[in-house]
Each structure stands twice: as structure tokens, then as C-alpha cells.
T-cell receptor, first 113, second 112 residues
């Protein structure tokens, strides 16, 4: 069975610093997709970044980048130059096909001014 | 220019009284999903539609049903809400199978 594990329930980072959120997953598939979603308090969930497993290059979106280690089944999110608006719940997610979409348990990120 | 709209944002119902939650989208996406998210937990997929094809998760209770009358709208019906059904219900859409999902703001359901 596919599972997604986020081992850090809560993290804190100082404004302007860098933080890395961890995610590991379990799969026997070779072609799949990984996502990081952000859910701010009382606001809707939005996509932060997406990675196709067949791509070796790590995805990057402005201050957000991932470290995708396919063999290790690891997919961490790095947030550079953290801003107050980055404070949110972050969910790692795995997609293989319609009935194989799983979220991790989430990491709550606090940003300190 | 809202893309995924959920109504109402807050819904209060009584124990055992049927309730319907609504989702609409302006993205013309093929796929629509319903998730249940309880406090401090990850969203749990209940079911989804690919066009008119309905796909139910194996562990979704029979108490939960869904309808998709057209591309734009999808409804979640809870036939006999229990106290354990109090949660945030999220609707999401995607263009295709592997595409990014776009989420609505959610409907928070309270069962009295």
C-alpha cells in the first residue's frame, strides 16, 4: 500500500531564514507524481510545487524548491527567505492514478518575525 | 474570478437530518473530488467523478452520496449525518488524471 509520511508535525523558522520540510513515501510504482500543498489557517488549499517522478531535475517555484530522491523515496520541500505569509499547514501528496491519491499528515509551519 | 466555489461556507444540521453541500467550478475540468478533513488531519478522499463516471473510495461510508448533474456542479449528500461527520468538506477539480488539483474554500459542517 502506498503511504505518505511527514515526520515533522510542527516546525518553526525565523523570517528570512530557510526551512526544509520532510516527506517520505512508499510505492512500488516507477511513474507517479508528488505534490506539496499549502493550507493557510482558514483559507483554501493551494498547490506549492509539483514533481513528476520521471523527471530527474528537481522542481523549483521561486522561493520553493524540492529535493526529490527517487531511490530513497524522499521528497523534501525547501522554503528560502521565509516570509510571514508562508505560515500554514503543508501537506505532501502522492498521486499514481485516480484511486491512488494520498496526503501526508501535514507539517504546521510557524514563521517568527 | 473564483475557480472552485463551495456553498455554503458553513452549514449547521441536526443529527440525522439530510444535508447537501454544493461545489461548482469555472475551470471546465473533467474531474471533481470530494474530501473530508477533520481538525488537524489530512484531507481524506471520499469519491470523485471523471466526467460522469463515479468512483467511490472503498472506505467511504454509505451515508455519503454524490451527484454530478453537469460538468460545472457536484453535490455531496449526507443522508443521515452523525456527530462524527462534523468536519470540513473540500471540493477539488483537476483537468485530468495526473493534473494538479484546485481546491475550493471548503464547507465546514457542524452536526448538532
Amino acid at each position: 500500500a502506498q503511504t505518505v509520511t511527514q515526520s515533522q508535525p510542527e516546525m518553526s523558522v525565523q523570517e528570512a531564514e530557510t526551512v526544509t520540510l520532510s516527506c517520505t513515501y512508499d510505492t512500488s510504482e516507477s511513474d507517479y507524481y508528488l505534490f506539496w500543498y499549502k493550507q493557510p489557517p482558514s483559507r483554501q488549499m493551494i498547490l506549492v510545487i509539483r514533481q513528476e517522478a520521471y523527471k530527474q531535475q528537481n522542481a523549483t517555484e521561486n522561493r520553493f524548491s524540492v529535493n526529490f530522491q527517487k531511490a530513497a523515496k524522499s521528497f523534501s520541500l525547501k522554503i528560502s527567505d521565509s516570509q510571514l505569509g508562508d505560515a500554514a499547514m503543508y501537506f505532501c501528496a502522492y498521486w499514481y492514478n485516480f484511486n491512488k491519491f494520498y496526503f501526508g499528515s501535514g507539517t504546521k509551519l510557524n514563521v517568527k518575525p | 474570478d473564483a475557480m472552485v466555489i463551495q456553498n455554503p461556507r458553513y452549514q449547521v444540521t441536526q443529527f440525522g437530518k439530510p444535508v447537501t453541500l454544493s461545489c461548482s467550478q469555472t475551470l471546465n475540468h473533467n474531474v471533481m473530488y470530494w474530501y473530508q478533513q477533520k481538525s488537524s488531519q489530512a484531507p481524506k478522499l471520499l469519491f470523485h467523478y471523471y466526467d460522469k463516471d463515479f468512483n467511490n473510495e472503498a472506505d467511504t461510508p454509505d451515508n455519503f452520496q454524490s451527484r454530478r448533474p453537469n460538468t460545472s456542479f457536484c453535490f455531496l449528500d449526507i443522508r443521515s449525518p452523525g456527530l462524527g461527520d462534523a468536519a470540513m468538506y473540500l471540493c477539488a477539480t483537476s483537468r485530468g488524471q495526473e493534473e494538479t488539483q484546485y481546491f475550493g474554500p471548503g464547507t465546514r459542517l457542524l452536526v448538532l
